[in-house]
């Protein structure tokens, strides 16, 4: 018995080593490492630089027929990162995660830093503060490669820095699947996505598969570079397939949707992406996506999985959002606005020879532009020797657009943005943005130390924040060109249904002159005039100081400025005196309302330059 016992055991030994391991086996089938051609791919060295910001150089038009003022594309964004949601930025339009970049500009050789470059590749700064320091690629947008850095890189980084990467990811194949075609994603990152599963099929991990009927701009394109967007112009999709739940990076899979030699339409292919950019409110257009991998066959699945978002495959830390309280009275949604890099340089002053005043008598006037020794924001802005249109501290003026009225820094930056100074002696000194005059000049403070080692086209950039700040439960008073931290400080209270503003004067709307009627307020200040003696003794207008806080009673400056009986707006006053025909000191419209919304206060210290702490307050 005994001995039959042991013959049996090792026949079933012996049974148990000669068959396969099934449990094993069944395992492979369901998933299989893929196999490239890695070791067959050219890495080369690609070059290109930061690109500037590029908001709308006017209000776009929403599906809706609303005005917009749409910013977040292009440029240094220092809040949108991999893992945030796409949905929720003030003004957002598009607005691309990370750094965009751009092919050299004059490079005869650009298109290899658009066409070469892929998903996963290193990225290095060659020059400035940060030189040295790495990044990633994580998306392409438009005709920008998008480019992760870290928090302490992104505060030395500046528009127009060079960049290079080591491109790597043309002509990648996967081995058995001729007719899957990667596209702008390096094989490493590919084969930490991509399985076969036991159908034989390229299995990848998604957060959402989009259908081909709320795929919109992109069709008709070269499948070389550029990206999808998945429309958002029709709200009830946003709910009903989830798109409010996307994140910066996450992969999705557009269905119907082929990215092989072309961008198009095809009943059963498919196209795995990344989401690069957030939604628009305009038609056909909408989240971008960046395309990674393409078939016109059936040969792409997708597996759900809430957390496919290439964070995770890079190694890029994924942040929680943790929203901030605001403990002030006025609660505002400053946590959800963009803030972006924009950049000018000192500029020059320039003379026209003698201008004629409104009396008739020759002017040779000084004190617009360049670097102002003498008149500071806080001084008054009447009274300096043959100053006309004087401009305090710091001029500088848009590189980025022929036009400086189209720069980035002409739309973006609002009174209270931190500036930095780039280049020269002054280098790494800090101050502030402080206004815009008309079209041409923008204005910054400096310490007076500063002052002295600054010279004429050193090189500034603004961290431009403010556009598209809203006050909670006030939503329809138009907030314009203030940083979110200035607005806090500016001692506005709340009485029922109204805001209490703090002001030096008020002013009748029928004496402001010159920029009235023009369209977009972010760009245009316009002028009290003071070309009538008696007017400006009646309204005591020779005590204006440059900073000031001044009401414009009967006008209403939301898309532009112009007369409405009963309503208010609040302006700081950015520019000195005038002698000719309609002009004086100038305003920024910083806040706007219809009737009833806003009340004043009078405070003869409603000044910038004691909000932002330039200036000790006057004890009364």
């Not at 396969?20 to 051609?37: E, F, L, R, W, Y």
């Not at 946003?238 to 095809?266: A, H, M, S, W």
């Amino acid at each position: 018995m005994r001995r039959r016992f042991f013959t049996w055991l090792g026949i079933l030994l012996c049974i148990a080593l000669v068959m396969p391991d099934t449990h094993n086996a069944v395992g492979q089938a369901k998933s299989q490492k893929i196999s490239t051609n890695k070791d067959k791919l050219i890495t080369t060295a690609v070059q290109g630089q930061i690109a500037p910001a590029e908001p709308s150089r006017s209000y776009t038009t929403t599906w809706d027929g609303k005005p917009k003022m749409a910013i977040g594309i292009g440029g240094i964004n220092y809040n949108l990162k991999i893992g945030d949601k796409v949905f929720g930025w003030a003004s957002g339009d598009r607005a691309t995660v990370g750094v965009a970049t751009e092919a050299r500009r004059g490079d005869r050789f650009r298109g290899a830093w658009l066409v070469y470059t892929s998903i996963g590749n290193e990225v290095k700064v060659l020059g400035g503060e940060a030189r040295g320091k790495k990044g990633v690629v994580v998306g392409m947008f438009g005709s920008y490669v998008l480019v992760h850095f870290e928090d302490k890189v992104l505060e030395k980084l500046s528009v127009g820095n060079i960049l290079q990467a080591k491109a790597c990811g043309v002509g990648l194949q996967i081995e058995g699947f001729n007719d899957v075609f990667p596209h702008h994603v390096t094989p490493e990152l590919l084969e930490k996505l991509c399985t076969q599963n036991a159908d034989g099929k390229l299995e990848v991990p998604v957060v959402k598969e989009i259908p081909a009927e709320i795929v919109g701009q992109g069709s008709g394109g070269s499948s070389i570079y550029g990206n999808w967007h998945i429309q958002t112009c029709y709200p009830p999709d946003i709910k009903e397939y989830g798109l409010d739940e996307l994140r910066f990076g996450d992969l999705v899979l557009l269905k119907d949707t082929q990215t092989d030699y072309g961008k198009g339409y095809y009943q059963g292919g498919a196209t795995l992406g990344v989401v690069c950019s957030g939604p628009s409110d305009i038609s056909g257009l909408g989240i971008g996506v960046t395309p990674i991998l393409s078939t016109r066959s059936d040969k792409l699945t997708a597996r759900i999985d809430s957390e496919a978002n290439i964070g995770k495959y890079l190694g890029i830390k994924i942040k929680k959002s943790n929203p901030r309280s605001n403990p002030g009275a006025l609660k505002t949604n400053k946590d959800k606005l963009i803030t972006t890099a924009v950049e000018a340089v000192v500029q020059p002053a320039g003379s026209r020879g003698y201008s004629t005043t409104y009396d008739g008598k020759p002017k040779l006037s000084i004190g617009m532009a360049s670097i102002n020794y003498t008149v500071s924001l806080g001084d008054l802005a009447y009274g300096w020797a043959n100053a006309d249109h004087v401009e305090p501290d710091v001029t500088i003026q848009g590189r980025d657009e022929e036009s400086p009225s189209r720069c980035a820094i002409a739309i973006l930056a609002c009174i209270g943005n931190e500036a930095k100074v780039l280049s020269g002696e002054a280098r790494g000194a800090k101050g502030f943005y402080i206004g815009r005059h008309a079209g041409s000049d923008d204005l910054a403070w400096f310490p007076k130390n500063v002052l002295d080692k600054l010279a004429l086209n050193d090189r500034i950039q603004v961290k431009a924040r403010g556009v598209g700040l809203k006050i909670e439960g006030f939503e329809d008073v138009r907030v314009n060109k203030l940083s979110p931290e200035l607005l806090e400080n500016l001692g506005i209270t709340i009485e029922g249904d109204q805001l209490v503003v703090p002001v030096v004067m008020e002013i009748p709307g029928h004496i402001m002159g010159s920029g009235i009627g023009g369209p977009f307020i972010e760009y245009i200040d316009y002028d009290i005039q003071t070309t009538d003696p008696r007017t400006v003794e009646q309204y005591d207008l020779k005590k204006i100081r440059l900073g000031d806080l001044i009401a414009i009673i009967d006008h209403y400056d939301y898309y532009g400025r112009g007369r409405y009986k009963d309503a208010v707006t609040i302006g700081v006053c950015i520019h000195g005196w005038s002698d000719f025909a309609g002009h004086g000191p100038g305003l920024n419209p910083v806040l706007s309302a219809l009737p009833g919304k806003i009340k004043t206060k009078i405070d003869p210290h409603a000044n910038v330059a004691y909000y932002l702490g330039l200036r000790a307050k006057p004890r009364d």
